[in-house]
Structure formats: structure tokens, C-alpha cells
């Protein structure tokens, strides 16, 4: 599918609205205040795009701490390597609860020796999956990282997450569901019908629609049997786009990004090292 590069890490995470400071290296990242929710700052070029994962050179450490917001402000946090802001704490269709921020990556295609960004990405989770991660307090991101069982719990919850996908560059949409099927296929050796039924549900949203620079694309597991898309052109979505019922894709897009062959190392990373912060 895609690559990327940056790694997050929160020291406490809190609900309903966070304050964080966010280093990298080399790069600086920082939590603004603006006045338009759904504004967001991206560097935009056109490519096709579909290579392996490549090693993480960019990481960014992500703090969380509690503070109030102003009335009709939001706060961000700006994912250094593409400038794309994300929403420290969402609320999206079909969710019980707002989501928090817990890392952030992006992905991108590698032509000869020159990477070229397609998306940034960041992992929101229900802040009560925390409640389920005791066993993993105070281990390192190192020994998280080669732990697949944490992951795998964190997607067994029956409480959201979501992958927000923010594209940087245009791309056509049967591109975009190529790259996703050839990084799902492989993950469901031997699919049912309810699983072609639901593969063919998730193609039929982006065949045929292209998707400009700075879209969204939210990809929510309300529970291990169900995915939710989102896609919006304007900000944050209002509507579910469609429900995917099959157990088998919902864990096999899961897989995707926080299996032990991640398509954006970087964003699995992030998401380690803030689990690390959180799990102290």
C-alpha cells in the first residue's frame, strides 16, 4: 500500500480535550490553535503509489496533557513530515464517545532513491481501551513493538478506534482501492462469502471517485466484527459512507497497518511509543 516515516509518543492522555508538545526528529512539531476545525496544512504533489515499507527516519514524540479549550477553536497537532494537523480528539459518525489522538505517520512511494509523500495517517482510540492494557505497564516501546498480542488486544476491544487517512497529493480512486486490496488480499488466505461481499462493498466506494489532495478518509472499527468508511472532501465527516461486515477484512485492514509487516512503519511506531508514555 503506502510508507511513511514519524514517531508519537503521549505521556497521559485524557478526555475530552488534551494540550500537546510535540518534538521530532529532526523536525519540530507543534499543537496550534485555529480558528477553522477542519483546517489543515499538507504539501500536495501528484504520484502513483504502491512499494514495501522502508526504515523510519523521521520520529516524533507526542505529550498530552489536560487544558481547557476556547469556544469555537480546536486543537491540533502537526504531523511534521507532511504538515498535515490532526485533531487532538474527534468525534466521528457511529462512535459512542470521542476518540483521542494516540500517534501519528505517513506513507510514501519511493521512486529510484526519491521518496515521495502519498498520506499522512494518525491512530484514535476510545480512551477506555487503555483500561484493557495493564499487562503491557511499563514495558518498553522496544518490547511493545515485537509484542503482536498488545495490538491484537487493542483491536478485539469492543470499543473504537480509527485511522484517520489524510491524503497530500491527488489520487484516483481505483488507485487508492488497488493498494488497499493488495495489501488486504494476502492477509485472508481463504475468504468466505461474506468476506467477497464485503471486499466488494469496500471497492465499490472508491471505484470511480477521485480523491483530491487534502481528503479524509476514516476507517473506523466499532467493534472486531465491523469497519465503518468515511470519506470527506470538507473536513470532518457527517455521515457513514458504508458499514463493512466481515471479521476477516475488518482485522486483515487492521493488520495492515499495525501487523508485524506494517505498510507505514513510522505510524505503528508512533503509535508504540505513545502507548509506552500512557502505559507507565
Excluded at 494540550?19 to 500536495?44: D, K, M, W, Y
Excluded at 494476502?186 to 468466505?192: D, E, G, V, W, Y
Aim: net charge neutral; with cysteine.
Amino acid at each position: 500500500m503506502f510508507e511513511a516515516q514519524a514517531i508519537c509518543t503521549p505521556t497521559r492522555l485524557q478526555l475530552p480535550i488534551f494540550t500537546r508538545n510535540c518534538i521530532s526528529r529532526p523536525r519540530i512539531g507543534f499543537v496550534a490553535r485555529i480558528s477553522n476545525r477542519n483546517e489543515l496544512l499538507c504539501q500536495t504533489h501528484s504520484c502513483s503509489f504502491l512499494s514495501p515499507p522502508e526504515d523510519i527516519r523521521t520520529q516524533t514524540r507526542f505529550t498530552f496533557n489536560a487544558s481547557s479549550s476556547s469556544v469555537g477553536s480546536a486543537e491540533y497537532i502537526e504531523e511534521p513530515a507532511t504538515k498535515v494537523r490532526f485533531q487532538i480528539s474527534l468525534s466521528l459518525p457511529g462512535c459512542s464517545s470521542s476518540l483521542s489522538l494516540l500517534g501519528t505517520g505517513y506513507r510514501e512511494k519511493v521512486f529510484a532513491i526519491i521518496g515521495v509523500k502519498v498520506y499522512a495517517a494518525g491512530l484514535y482510540v476510545n480512551q477506555s481501551i487503555l483500561n484493557s492494557l495493564n499487562a503491557w505497564k511499563g514495558r518498553s516501546a522496544a518490547e511493545i513493538q515485537e509484542d503482536s498480542s498488545l495490538f491484537s488486544t487493542i483491536f478485539q476491544s469492543p470499543l473504537e478506534r480509527s485511522l484517520q487517512i489524510v491524503l497530500v497529493r491527488d489520487v484516483d480512486g481505483k488507485t487508492f482501492w488497488d493498494a488497499l486490496n493488495d495489501a488486504i488480499s494476502p492477509r485472508i488466505k481463504s475468504p468466505t462469502p461474506v468476506d467477497e461481499s464485503a471486499l466488494s462493498t469496500f471497492r465499490s466506494i472508491f471505484q470511480g471517485q477521485p480523491l483530491k489532495k487534502g481528503t479524509f478518509i476514516f476507517l473506523t472499527w466499532p467493534d472486531p466484527s465491523k469497519m465503518l468508511v468515511c470519506i470527506s472532501a470538507d473536513g470532518l465527516p457527517s455521515s457513514v459512507d458504508a458499514a463493512i461486515e466481515s471479521e476477516n477484512v475488518a482485522s486483515a485492514l487492521f493488520d495492515v497497518f499495525f501487523g508485524d509487516t506494517p505498510v507505514s512503519p513510522s505510524l505503528k511506531s508512533s503509535v508504540v511509543n505513545g502507548l509506552e508514555s500512557v502505559l507507565k
